[in-house]
C-alpha cells in the first residue's frame, strides 16, 4: 500500500484530498498543527469509512521538528506521494502590511515545502516512483488585492515545481501544481455574495473541496504519468 502524506489536512481542501486518496486505496497520513484534533477527526472517518490513516503534528515552519517528525514516518516505509496544502491568510494591503505578516506567510507556504518536501525527496526517488502535489491559489496566478504576501508565496512554488519537476523527472517522480480559485467553505461564503461569484467566476459558481480532492487524486494515480512540471488551475474559468 502506497503512503500518502497530506499538510495542512485538517484544512477544508486539505481533508477532502485525505478522504479521497484513502478511497484510491492509499495509506493517508493526516498532517496537523494547531488543529491537531481535527487531523485526528479526520483519520478517524477514513477509518471509519474502511481506509486507512493516521496523523501527525508539527510545524512546518520548523525546519529541525520537521525532520525529526517526517525521519519517524519514514522508519515505516517510504512516502510516495507528497501534498503540500499547508498555508495560511494573513490578508492586508502592502502599504499596511507588517513585516511578521509577510514572513509568516511565506514561513508556512514556502519555506514549509521545503522542510516537508526534502526529506522526503530521497527516499522517494530510491524507488522510481512519486508523485509530489503542490497546492497553490488562484491569487498566485490572478494576483489578488490585499494578498500579495500570499500570492508571493505561492507563485514561489510554481517555480520551485517547475524547477523540482526537471532534476527528478528521470526518476519517476512527478511534481506539479493545482491553484484552485473561489472553494466553497463557511469563510468564503461569507466573503462572497452570489453577485460576486457571477461577475467573477463564468461557470457562476463556487468549486467544492471534492472537485480539488479528485485533481489531486488523478495527480497522484499512474494515470498521471505524463504530467510534471505543470500549474493546473481549477477556478471555473477565472481569467
Known amino acids: 500500500m502506497k503512503r500518502a502524506l497530506v499538510t495542512g489536512g485538517s484544512g477544508i481542501i486539505g481533508a477532502a484530498i485525505c478522504r479521497r486518496l484513502a478511497i484510491d486505496g492509499l495509506h493517508v497520513i493526516v498532517h496537523g498543527n494547531a488543529n491537531s484534533e481535527k487531523a ?26 520537521a525532520q525529526i517528525s517526517i525521519d519517524k514516518l519514514i522508519e515505516t516505509g517510504t512516502i510516495q506521494v507528497l501534498v503540500n496544502n499547508a498555508g495560511i491568510y494573513e490578508d492586508a494591503t502592502m502599504a499596511g502590511m507588517s513585516a511578521d505578516q509577510w514572513r509568516r506567510v511565506i514561513d508556512v507556504s514556502l519555506h514549509g515545502f521545503f522542510n516537508v518536501t526534502h526529506p522526503l525527496l530521497l527516499p522517494m526517488l530510491r524507488t522510481r516512483w512519486g508523485r509530489i ?61 452570489d453577485d460576486d461569484i457571477a461577475r467573477m467566476v463564468p461557470l457562476m459558481r463556487m468549486g467544492s473541496p ?28 477565472m481569467a
Open 133 to 193: 502535489i503542490n497546492v497553490s491559489s488562484v491569487s498566485a496566478v490572478l494576483g489578488n488585492r490585499g494578498q500579495t504576501n500570499y500570492a508571493a508565496a505561492k507563485a514561489g512554488l510554481h517555480g520551485a515545481t517547475k524547477s523540482l519537476a526537471i532534476e527528478i523527472g528521470s526518476r519517476g517522480v512527478t511534481v506539479n501544481v493545482i491553484a484552485p480559485g473561489i472553494i466553497e467553505s463557511k469563510m468564503t461564503r461569507n466573503m462572497f455574495s
Open 40 to 65: 485526528e477527526a479526520v483519520a478517524a472517518e477514513i477509518e471509519k469509512h474502511g481506509g486507512s490513516a493516521e496523523t501527525v503534528c508539527f510545524d512546518v515552519t520548523d525546519e529541525r521538528v
Open 210 to 237: 471534492e472537485e480539488v480532492a479528485h485533481l489531486a487524486s488523478f495527480l497522484a494515480s499512474p494515470a498521471a504519468a505524463y504530467i510534471t512540471g505543470q500549474v493546473i488551475s481549477i477556478n471555473g474559468g
